[in-house]
T-cell receptor, first 109, second 116 residues
Framework: AQRVTQPEKLLSVFKGAPVELKCNYS??????LFWYVQYSRQRLQLLLRHISRESIKGFTADLNKGETSFHLKKPFAQEEDSAMYYCAPSDTGRRALTFGSGTRLQVQP | GAGVSQSPSNKVTEKGKDVELRCDPI?????LYWYRQSLGQGLEFLIYFQGNSAPDKSGLPSDRFSAERTGGSVSTLTIQRTQQEDSAVYLC??????????????FGPGTRLTVL
């Protein structure tokens, strides 16, 4: 069965500190991997996807197939990064997302 | 243009009543998804519509749940004989599927359902 693990429910850091939000997945086939973010009182939205190898708002995520991990990183956290972050592999067939339980990132001033 | 819209934004109902939740996807998006966000359960997939294909209902938790999508656009999620454990935020998302592997889903604001 497909499974996504985000081990940290809450991650609290100070502004300017590095951030790493962990994600491990157990999936059949070769899923597409995404990070979605939900800021306070806003909709869930796409942050980045592994196929594009892009950096969005200073965040990057590297897919490690050997470790089946897709950790989200940012070298210097900002207060506006405070939000709920979800790791989400997508089934390449139906393309529905399987969400992790989410990690709440709190960036303190 | 307008994003995904959902109505109502909040719904309070009594146990045993039926409810209907509506989703208006982004115009032209062929794929539509329903998810549920429960306290302590996270986000879970419910059902997926793609064009005229038969929907993928594999995520529906019981036969009290059903959904339809009329004319390839608006979708309605119906919950019959609601139970307290149905209380959750129900999210709708749509995407424009192409031959590429890119599949950004655009989410609506959700409907918060409370079953008393």
């Amino acid at each position: 069965a497909q499974r996504v693990t985000q081990p940290e429910k809450l991650l609290s850091v100070f502004k300017g500190a590095p951030v790493e939000l962990k994600c491990n997945y157990s999936y059949s086939g070769s899923p597409e991997l995404f990070w979605y973010v939900q800021y306070s009182r806003q909709r869930l939205q796409l942050l980045l996807r592994h196929i594009s190898r892009e950096s969005i708002k200073g965040f990057t995520a590297d897919l490690n197939k050997g470790e089946t991990s897709f950790h989200l990183k940012k070298p210097f956290a900002q207060e506006e990064d405070s939000a709920m972050y979800y790791c989400a592999p997508s089934d390449t067939g139906r393309r529905a997302l399987t969400f992790g339980s989410g990690t709440r990132l709190q960036v303190q001033p | 243009g307008a994003g995904v819209s959902q109505s109502p934004s909040n719904k309070v109902t009594e146990k045993g009543k039926d409810v209907e939740l509506r989703c208006d996807p982004i115009s032209g998006h062929t794929a539509l998804y329903w998810y549920r966000q429960s306290l302590g359960q996270g986000l879970e997939f419910l059902i997926y519509f793609q064009g005229n294909s038969a929907p993928d209902k594999s995520g529906l938790p019981s036969d009290r749940f059903s959904a339809e999508r009329t004319g390839g656009s608006v979708s309605t999620l119906t919950i019959q004989r609601t139970q307290q454990e149905d209380s959750a935020v129900y999210l709708c998302a749509s995407s424009l599927l192409t031959g590429s592997s890119y599949n950004e889903q655009f989410f609506g604001p959700g409907t918060r359902l409370t079953v008393l």
